[in-house]
């Protein structure tokens, strides 16, 4: 198979985008679950410095989001030389216009980190392809607050509130302004992907109706 200026000619690229607690692993795998999908995960556990993180936020902001970004940033490629249909769990778009910005925001990165970061940022941009669909998850707030409670994340139990309703106010600015690709907007907390078949139709439909002729459904029933 051919590539093009290192992105595989027949790849096509599914990102999803939400909050902490929207619900992005579970459609990643209700997806990959249904159709021929190779996917890619957010890598938390890797990051050697997000439990400091989450305890020293201002100490450690700089370093945990670094790693975010240059890791996110090899995850992107991979994807772009994957053939067939790839979805991501969290996009690098979110790792810095969400949450490094937010820490801007909180003065936890100072001027001279920040410049560093956004213009490793701004040079990754020119290397990547965009998505081909955006899947942004929008969820309120006491529904995010009640999934991290209980999944169980010891480093999420303390997140502040006022974390969290920044960051959503930071999504919704940028998904009104992204214009990469299609945008497909879902409410992850009327929408039960994970258990109701009407709720996973219509999912399916709309996503389908967006990447025409592009998804093959895989062996599993669903």
């Known amino acids: 198979m ?17 909050n902490i607690g929207s619900g992005k692993s579970s459609l990643l795998d209700f997806l990959t679950s249904t159709y021929d999908v190779s996917p890619f995960y957010e890598p938390n556990d890797d990051n050697p410095y997000l439990a400091d993180f989450y305890q020293d936020m201002k100490r450690w902001a700089f370093q945990s989001q670094l790693f975010f970004l240059s890791n ?16 991501q769990d969290r996009t690098i778009f979110e790792d810095a216009e969400i949450f490094a910005t937010a820490l801007r925001q909180m003065r936890k990165i100072d001027r001279r980190d920040w410049q560093t970061y956004w213009s490793f940022y701004q040079t990754i941009l020119e290397a990547i392809q965009a998505p081909d669909l955006m899947i942004y998850l929008r969820c309120p707030m006491r529904a995010l607050r009640q999934r991290i409670r209980l999944r169980g994340r010891k480093m999420e139990q303390d997140i502040p509130l006022s974390y969290l309703k920044r960051l959503e106010r930071l999504y919704e600015s940028w998904i009104a302004e992204y214009t990469m690709s299609e945008v497909l907007v879902l409410d992850s907390d009327s929408l039960n992907f994970v258990d109701d078949l009407v709720d996973r139709q219509d999912v399916r439909e709309r996503i389908e109706a967006l990447l025409p002729a592009t998804l093959k459904r895989s062996g599993t029933r669903c």
Request: hydrophobic residues 45%; charged residues 20%; without cysteine.
């Open 2 to 18: 051919s590539m093009t200026g290192g992105v595989m000619e027949n790849r096509k690229f599914i990102a999803i985008a939400g």
């Open 72 to 87: 996110k940033f090899r995850i992107h490629q991979q994807a772009d030389r994957t053939a067939g249909v790839v979805i």
